[in-house]
């Protein structure tokens, strides 16, 4: 079976998903829409599909599914309304900075019998994803402490950020995701400290640049996360787990493999710095995993009801910081 | 100058000071002193020193200093009778496991006029002193998220355990050190997060074997530690400081340098499990220490106050832990 | 400028080649051609191309430049007619196994004015490219010794072992060009050991699988060379360079990033172990080099030239190992 | 049993034995013995022993055995005399430049029925030992190739040069001993090359300080020896041993485990540079191994028949470089 896709987007994103979609043998990229009709032309133009509108979209016959790649607020909508046209939906979290919104379109998606997949690309990452296999392969015995490292190489700009939702919503709940995929258990409480270390305006928009939160589950498992906007040395995305049996580090990927020893000592590349060449293989993975579960007819690995348990950890961070104490999920 | 000390106790750490002592050409180790006679005097010959009894010691005119390597709860009463007596003193943490006793012994010591140094010996070894070294160099610019990862090779035995005033005045007050040193600044909020995953018997003691805790200083710098008494793998024993400018990384130090590359992937040694191997170089840099603050007349890096300063944070932890809250130190 | 692109040969390392080409903004891939027309047919539907024949691709008027991929004993054949034709050409490594006739069809692609790219794909990996840029910047200062450690996953079957020119023309033939590359000056001298220690069969046509390399500069900078037929660990490619001021390492690539400590010490992914996987970057580089050298008019890094050379200093191992002795190239 | 030793010799090397012996339970230091009596002196006060002349220490009863840490030309004398004398005997490395004589020198050690155990102390170093112990276990199953690294920190000054022997007896002697250590086999083909790179002066006494040598077995085993007289980034002390079934690496050692990330990419230590630092552990597992085989009256892994190997295969590599060929041994 050939799954037949149209793009929501033509951004940077969209581009990175159309490659994906061009590599995959069973997988057919029919149609791109855009608000800019020029962006739509140019994506369609180097892929061989048509530049459609929304509506002609979900009422196309020959259309399976659709990658919603647009502004965040636009998500819940573009879910809602193609999820009733009965198109397979994969979508770049978050589903809506809101609640209840989000849950409200999970369970619009679930009735209309489609399947909702969350972009949290990280589950694809071939490094994390191995880690994941060791656990369930047993090379660790029970999971017992869960450490994430995630910090970016750059501070968005102000005008970015006040419309992110937070540090918490915008970068933590990747961490937040990650941490539920390695505990394979829900955190019951929270606590989180948050500050402003490097970019003294992001006071005035009352978010936050530093943050380190604790999770713990119901059995006394914990997981760490610590979140900074700026890392001089590149893009620092680590994972550990620490089990009954064992220890399994996802160490970062750098530049290159070359050292150079001297007087000086040892010196080495950077990390990759650049989200999209640092996860290039994951954003590979996620489309893979989407045409994959339409073609076999099975649930995606992050769903919509994955979007909408990070969102309220998300929330629940944020509440722990303003009122200084642990917060029960 | 010539300091000539005298050992309080024959056991195994006092073993490691002696022939620390040796290995220095401005000290000399003139007595030991032990509850069981045969120990003291076995060490003694070894070391072609006399064996005394504490109040002999304490009177004794030609001995400058003592080394306090007893079990915990005979600490501050020594380092009183000493401090009276005008010995400067080494003592094994912690100086008592009551902050008030704790504090009183210090002020004693203060009012004395000696020189009270607490063996915090991690601040001693080569690699986290290069990180701090580096810190002061301005290497990675303003502290901003210190992160320490601290696991024992195996868990203690409950009878240990439970004389041991739990995992955070025990353990954890190593790592609490640890962070005040590499923040440079007081932690005033404490978030700890504790179960037991590894050794069920200790809930039976009201102790734990799992600890996650977040510190917060006045300007929002963050340290987390992650301890657990258990990992399979060896003494897990690292320090990473991230910065405005950069980032430090104190890696582990494994049994050596040998890889394996088969079909199977690379094989490598596990860490050194043994606190005594891994920290040869701190146990024989703190003793160094202490002769030098002797001989040059300066305070020690880590004294009495120190110690009193972690004990209150490792209580804070206690407290937030039963009290499921953030703490305020 | 567009540089329009004919594919001869449609096999493996064909279809690696297109995508690169598809990548590239300012290349084009007009046609292909292949002795089988049912694979030139697929891989020309694939990429939107036109399948021609040979005569047909030399002849036209909108083809700038020919890729070779055809079996060896075909290269100078085509390369010549395509020289003679005008067009450019880049050719899968050797021009021929005769030095004579390599060093012939050079001549004859000189005198046509073409440019005449050979495949020594590894010159455009991101290492060893990092290596040779730092060289450059003066980084070690004076080259003195190169070290190359080259050793493929598996011994090649006895069919392939038979027609592809005995270990040293086939496989060391790299390492003799990298070492060319990194010691920025010819080698005078060359000492050669080789033996039978992987695959026993290898002795039957005269062939070797391991084997070790020195080569000498007029200057007294020394390169060695250690190959061997089979790495059960995977595809072991390093390079090392020490000069003056210092060394470059140039590191093996791993499947992943992942480590599990255990009671048994650390492990880790084996060795990625396809040439192509390994080499992904090297070979989308050299098509993007050639497309390059066209566009701007300049001669490309891997020339005819690099091929005879390396050649003759595969001949003289071949010599050294046969006449047990020390030669002179 | 206690093993009691004299010191021939009270320098550097001397005082490093004294400190092994000193540590270990079975083995006393009695005498020690120097042309310069205030060294001898100084020594003996620091460790407990006597002063003694060499004739007083052969003819003395209560003495099982000597180490010669003295001058290389007073080796084969001394080895001589308290062979005679029935002393067991450590030397360090060579018995003597001169390949007769050293052959003449263990027949008498032989005759003599004492223990000759030669100071090739890297194979007591606790990597190049698990190397050869997993070897020995099989991980690698049969040794193909084998790599060894070694550079020296800085060039030694032109005075100690010229009366070394040059660097294949001063310095490659270890390498060649460490390449029969790790083969199992004697090597019966030497092609070596060497140059002067690094001191010009080298050239004035006919020495060279760049140096490169393949060895082969008569099974076609292959050893390549990689030297120079000068390390920018520390002393660089490498083995590598390629197997049918895996690969082993001993790595080299660095001064401290931290690393330093920022935006140039990660920094971190030098390699350790000293030769008595790098080989703390191996210097104390010599002696340690020679007074555990005079105690169990087993010969110890390096004696003097292998020095005379090692400088037969040094020999070889001075015929290969100046003859400009392959050399059998």
């Known amino acids: 079976m050939t799954v037949r896709l149209a793009l929501i987007g033509a951004g940077r994103i969209a581009k990175v998903h159309a490659a994906a979609i061009q590599s995959l043998e069973d997988a057919?990229?029919?149609?791109?829409?855009?608000?800019?009709?020029?962006?739509?032309?140019?994506?369609?133009?180097?892929?061989?599909?048509?530049?459609?509108?929304?509506?002609?979209?979900?009422?196309?016959?020959?259309?399976?599914a659709v990658l919603i790649c647009t502004p965040t607020d636009t998500h819940a909508g573009l879910i809602e309304l193609f999820a009733?046209?009965?198109?397979?939906?994969?979508?770049?979290?978050?589903?809506?900075?809101?609640?209840?919104?989000?849950?409200?379109?999970?369970?619009?998606?679930?009735?209309?019998?489609?399947?909702?997949?969350?972009?949290?690309?990280?589950?694809?990452?071939?490094?994390?994803?191995?880690?994941?296999?060791?656990?369930?392969?047993?090379k660790i015995g029970a999971v017992e402490m869960v450490t994430i490292t995630s910090r970016d190489p750059r501070a968005p700009d102000l005008s970015y950020a006040s419309?992110?939702?937070?540090?918490?919503?915008d970068m933590t709940i990747h961490d937040l995701d990650m941490a539920r995929f390695m505990l394979g258990e829900e955190p019951i409480w929270v606590s989180?400290?948050?500050?402003?270390?490097?970019?003294?305006?992001?006071?005035?928009?009352?978010?936050f640049d530093s943050a380190t939160v604790i999770l713990e589950t119901a059995s006394g498992k914990q997981a760490v996360i610590?979140?900074?906007?700026?890392?001089?040395?590149?893009?620092?995305?680590?994972?550990?787990?620490?089990?009954?049996?064992?220890?399994?580090n996802a160490e970062n990927q750098t530049e290159n493999s070359v050292r150079l020893g001297t007087t000086q000592g040892y010196a080495s590349a950077p990390l990759l710095s650049f989200f999209m060449t640092r996860y290039t293989a994951s954003y590979a993975g996620e489309i893979e995993e989407f045409v994959t579960c339409i073609a076999?007819?099975?649930?995606?690995?992050?769903?919509?009801?994955d979007g909408v348990l990070a969102l309220k950890l998300a929330n629940a961070c944020i509440a722990s910081v303003e009122q200084h104490k642990r917060v029960a999920v």
Chains 1, 2, 3, 4 share one sequence.
């Open 28 to 64: 057919d990229l029919v149609a791109v829409a855009d608000a800019m009709p020029g962006a739509a032309e140019a994506l369609a133009a180097r892929c061989g599909s048509r530049v459609m509108g929304i509506d002609e979209i979900a009422a196309h016959q020959d259309i399976d």
């Open 84 to 138: 009733k046209a009965g198109k397979h939906v994969f979508c770049e979290k978050p589903v809506d900075l809101d609640v209840k919104r989000a849950t409200e379109v999970v369970r619009i998606a679930d009735k209309a019998k489609i399947k909702l997949m969350l972009g949290f690309n990280r589950r694809y990452d071939p490094n994390f994803a191995a880690v994941r296999k060791a656990i369930d392969e047993g």
């Open 163 to 169: 419309r992110s939702g937070g540090i918490f919503r």
């Open 192 to 207: 989180a400290h948050a500050s402003v270390l490097v970019e003294p305006e992001f006071s005035q928009i009352g978010d």
């Open 226 to 248: 610590s979140n900074s906007r700026r890392a001089t040395y590149g893009y620092d995305q680590r994972v550990e787990v620490h089990g009954s049996l064992g220890v399994l």
């Open 296 to 305: 076999e007819d099975r649930a995606p690995m992050t769903t919509g009801k």
